[in-house]
Nanobody, 112 residues
């Protein structure tokens, strides 16, 4: 199995930046797509950004130009650089490995 641990969340003011990290451990049988999802209170979990094994990226329209997803396959890490944060970015952010392995989530709170 794959275990994922997110870190880097916290409290920031609007316009600030955070970098989230996701560390993957366990046994890997393939290099998989990795993604960040987020879930705000009362809302469905939604895709924020994804990166394929080959480095192709995909972003939600709401974060394009502000967020950057990257990965370091040698370290089994995926990152989400979040700039120009807005209050509507407030959510619990989850790392996803493939389709079935989720991290525990890290809280991001953006104040206005």
């Amino acid at each position: 199995q794959v275990q994922l641990v997110e870190s880097g969340g916290g409290l920031v003011q609007a316009g600030g930046s955070l970098r989230l990290s996701c560390a993957a451990s366990g046994r890997f049988f393939s290099i998989n797509t990795m993604a960040w999802h987020r879930q705000a209170p009362g809302k469905q979990r939604e895709l924020v950004a994804a990166i394929s094994s080959g480095g192709s990226t995909n972003y939600a329209d709401s974060v394009k130009g502000r967020f950057t997803i990257s990965r370091d396959n040698a370290k089994n890490m995926v990152y989400l650089q979040m700039n120009s944060l807005k209050p509507e970015d407030t959510a619990v952010y989850y790392c996803l490995w493939g389709r079935n392995y989720w991290g525990q989530g890290t809280q991001v709170t953006v104040s206005s």
